[in-house]
């Protein structure tokens, strides 16, 4: 059934003229320059601290994060607020120590990295693992979730006209190149904040209501808290004998202290620190403008929560006491990924519609800067290097372009059907456990080769292969090969007759034994390795407004976990 009237729809419309008028525009004024690939990919020196900081958020709160930390939401409750409090850390020490680096060296892509740390051999493979990564795990899943989400809101049999019509929308956005990306990324964070405190605003009050306190928000908050206490706090007790499968799941997928120990941390500095599609906005400007839009991004990272977890956690206790049963199966285990689409459903007309535009803006967003990065691996990393090393600036910027289309049509063949399964894992976590496969890997050869200069291009090869076969073999046939439980890990029963370690001890113990590979096969090499990079420790200093910045993160998630603990 369609939730939405003539009045949501000209919200929507406004939004989408909006967005498009203001990327053509940027784009006509690029146009009056020579496009070359620096300012296709990288726009170069263009992007203000806030476009930078605004951009990377509008690219990472996306549909796994609407829809699928929602969905977490409504399953685990707050203890899922960890991956949002935990990128804001992350980026602190990307802004920090990683940033630098890069800009010290002139990176502009992570296989440009490899190349110049390692070698030609280690930049290949790794081009070649994200490409596979961004478009089958990324792309597609954010396609497909955002796609199932407007679909619930505009009903009938609409997933695959809306399918298209993100996918074309995304297009035109990343056409344009990354200063087009950068500029339209400030309006869609605006909008996707403005949308996404209206939905939780009204969520807590469709509480607030439910237990006769009125509309008060307030108190809407303090009744969720009582009536679903299991949902607000951040660690899961370890599985006992007698504990409960659904128990076991959330262990499973967060797995209390344990997590804290490497899952969580090497998820977040992969993700904010070692990927081209998240660094790419700040590798085109100097240090100062880098560093403060990443912080500024800490920061708006910090309320996420509020935005993408709430309206899970409201959608659960609404369902637990006689709303919403239209919208979940029993016990919201089978749609947890419908929880968002929920709560829209209960807005009033008019606000529909602004909620509509919050979710595309945050889907477009993410699918542009996905593309772009594929765009920005293959034509840079690959095209270049190894088809046509001749290619002209303009043949690269149309190898690009062409690229983007590629990439979004096999995701959109992916999406039509759910080839990969998303929909029965739930999108946030197939998206964080499939990227933990090669996560391990990829964060140890470059921790490596920022602060060890020893490490070898040797190293880093085995590293990478290694490291992905340990973490298959963890996922994958650790329990069935090794035991249940052993001295490096315990696995639970999945409920679907096998038994599964938790993936982001997986990831730990992945990552531990790659950094010993790596580190026995660089001992063996060269006392003096002639491709390490120089490290002065000015760079790494903090001007007064980054330094309070980073303390109001940190005194921010102290008292957000003692609050939760």
Same mark, same amino acid.
């Given at each position: 059934?369609?939730?939405?009237?003539?009045?949501?729809?000209?919200?929507?419309?406004?939004?989408?003229?909006?967005?498009?008028? +203001?990327?053509?525009?940027?784009?006509?004024?690029?146009?009056?320059?020579?496009?070359?690939?620096?300012?296709?990919?990288?726009?170069?020196?263009?992007?203000?601290?806030?476009?930078?900081?605004?951009?990377?958020?509008?690219?990472?709160?996306?549909?796994?994060?609407?829809?699928? &930390? $929602?969905?977490?939401?409504?399953?685990?409750?707050?203890?899922?607020? %960890?991956?949002?409090?935990?990128?804001?850390?992350?980026?602190?020490?990307?802004?920090?120590?990683? &940033?630098?680096?890069?800009?010290?060296?002139?990176?502009?892509? &992570?296989?440009? @990295?490899?190349?110049?740390?390692?070698?030609?051999? %280690?930049?290949?493979?790794?081009?070649?693992?994200?490409?596979?990564?961004?478009?089958?795990?990324?792309?597609?899943?954010?396609?497909?979730?955002?796609?199932?989400?407007?679909?619930?809101?505009?009903?009938?049999?609409?997933?695959?006209?809306?399918?298209?019509?993100?996918?074309? @929308?995304?297009?035109?956005?990343?056409?344009?190149?990354?200063?087009?990306?950068?500029?339209?990324?400030?309006?869609?964070?605006?909008?996707?904040?403005?949308?996404?405190?209206?939905?939780?605003?009204?969520?807590?009050?469709? %509480?607030?209501?439910?237990?006769?306190?009125?509309?008060?928000?307030?108190?809407?908050?303090?009744?969720?808290?009582?009536?679903?206490?299991?949902?607000?706090?951040?660690? @899961?007790?370890?599985?006992?004998?007698?504990?409960?499968?659904?128990?076991?799941?959330?262990?499973?997928?967060?797995?209390?202290?344990?997590?804290?120990?490497?899952?969580?941390?090497?998820?977040?500095?992969? +993700?904010?620190?070692?990927?081209?599609?998240?660094?790419?906005?700040?590798?085109?400007?100097?240090?100062?403008?880098?560093?403060?839009?990443?912080?500024?991004?800490?920061?708006?990272?910090?309320?996420?929560?509020?935005?993408?977890?709430?309206?899970?956690?409201?959608?659960?206790?609404?369902?637990?006491?006689? $709303?919403?049963?239209?919208?979940?199966?029993?016990?919201?285990?089978?749609?947890?990924?419908?929880?968002?689409?929920?709560?829209?459903?209960?807005?009033?007309?008019?606000?529909?519609?602004?909620?509509?535009?919050?979710?595309?803006?945050?889907?477009?967003? $993410?699918?542009?800067?996905?593309?772009?990065?594929?765009?920005?691996? @293959?034509?840079?990393?690959?095209?270049?290097? +190894?088809?046509?090393?001749?290619?002209?600036?303009?043949?690269?910027?149309?190898?690009?372009?062409?690229?983007?289309?590629?990439?979004?049509?096999?995701?959109?063949?992916?999406?039509?059907?759910?080839?990969?399964?998303?929909?029965?894992?739930?999108?946030?976590?197939?998206?964080?456990?499939?990227?933990?496969?090669?996560?391990?890997?990829?964060?140890?050869?470059?921790?490596?080769?920022?602060?060890?200069?020893?490490?070898?291009?040797?190293?880093?090869?085995?590293?990478?292969?290694?490291?992905?076969?340990?973490?298959?073999?963890?996922?994958?046939?650790?329990?069935?090969?090794?035991?249940?439980?052993?001295?490096?890990?315990?696995?639970?029963?999945?409920?679907?007759?096998?038994?599964?370690?938790?993936?982001?001890?997986?990831?730990?113990?992945?990552?531990?034994?790659?950094?010993?590979?790596?580190?026995?096969?660089?001992?063996?090499?060269?006392?003096?390795?002639?491709?390490?990079?120089?490290?002065?420790? $000015?760079?790494?200093?903090?001007?007064?407004?980054?330094?309070?910045?980073?303390?109001?993160?940190?005194?921010?998630?102290? %008292?957000?976990?003692?609050?939760?603990?």
């Amino acid at each position: 059934m369609n939730q939405l009237n003539q009045t949501d729809y000209i919200i929507f419309l406004l939004y989408f003229i909006g967005v498009s008028s +203001y990327g053509y525009w940027i784009f006509k004024q690029k146009q009056k320059t020579k496009l070359d690939t620096k300012d296709f990919f990288l726009a170069e020196g263009s992007l203000t601290w806030w476009a930078i900081g605004a951009s990377m958020i509008a690219s990472n709160i996306s549909a796994e994060q609407f829809i699928g &930390m $929602s969905g977490n939401g409504f399953t685990f409750g707050v203890a899922v607020a %960890v991956y949002e409090w935990f990128a804001a850390l992350a980026l602190i020490i990307v802004a920090i120590w990683f &940033m630098p680096i890069y800009l010290k060296n002139h990176i502009y892509t &992570m296989p440009q @990295f490899l190349k110049t740390r390692y070698n030609e051999t %280690v930049s290949l493979i790794m081009a070649i693992f994200w490409l596979f990564l961004y478009v089958f795990v990324n792309l597609t899943s954010i396609l497909f979730l955002g796609a199932l989400a407007i679909s619930t809101l505009v009903g009938g049999d609409s997933f695959h006209p809306i399918v298209i019509g993100l996918s074309i @929308f995304a297009i035109v956005i990343t056409l344009g190149g990354m200063k087009v990306i950068g500029f339209t990324d400030v309006i869609q964070v605006g909008v996707l904040i403005i949308g996404g405190l209206v939905t939780t605003y009204i969520a807590l009050q469709l %509480v607030s209501q439910k237990f006769g306190l009125g509309n008060d928000v307030v108190a809407g908050f303090s009744a969720m808290m009582k009536d679903a206490d299991d949902h607000f706090h951040m660690i @899961f007790e370890k599985p006992g004998p007698n504990t409960s499968q659904v128990d076991i799941n959330k262990y499973l997928t967060l797995p209390g202290m344990a997590m804290y120990f490497a899952g969580i941390w090497i998820v977040n500095l992969n +993700y904010w620190g070692c990927n081209q599609y998240i660094t790419q906005r700040a590798l085109g400007a100097d240090l100062k403008t880098a560093r403060t839009g990443i912080l500024f991004a800490a920061l708006l990272k910090m309320f996420m929560p509020l935005i993408v977890m709430l309206p899970g956690i409201a959608a659960y206790v609404l369902y637990k006491n006689g $709303s919403l049963q239209e919208q979940m199966a029993p016990g919201g285990k089978l749609l947890a990924d419908n929880a968002y689409s929920a709560i829209l459903t209960f807005l009033p007309n008019g606000l529909k519609g602004l909620s509509m535009a919050a979710l595309t803006a945050a889907i477009v967003a $993410s699918l542009a800067g996905k593309a772009n990065s594929i765009s920005t691996i @293959f034509t840079l990393d690959i095209y270049q290097k +190894y088809i046509k090393k001749d290619a002209s600036q303009k043949q690269l910027v149309w190898v690009g372009r062409i690229t983007i289309f590629a990439a979004m049509l096999l995701s959109i063949g992916l999406t039509w059907q759910d080839a990969l399964g998303i929909g029965r894992e739930g999108g946030f976590t197939f998206i964080q456990k499939y990227t933990g496969y090669l996560s391990p890997a990829i964060f140890a050869v470059f921790i490596l080769g920022f602060f060890w200069k020893r490490t070898t291009g040797s190293a880093a090869v085995a590293g990478i292969l290694g490291g992905f076969g340990l973490a298959v073999l963890f996922n994958n046939y650790a329990p069935d090969l090794f035991g249940h439980e052993t001295i490096l890990y315990t696995a639970y029963p999945n409920g679907n007759g096998g038994y599964e370690i938790p993936f982001l001890i997986c990831m730990g113990w992945a990552f531990f034994f790659t950094i010993l590979l790596m580190v026995a096969i660089s001992l063996a090499g060269p006392a003096i390795n002639k491709k390490a990079f120089v490290i002065d420790a $000015s760079m790494f200093r903090l001007a007064p407004g980054a330094t309070a910045l980073t303390v109001i993160i940190l005194l921010l998630v102290t %008292v957000l976990y003692v609050r939760f603990w």
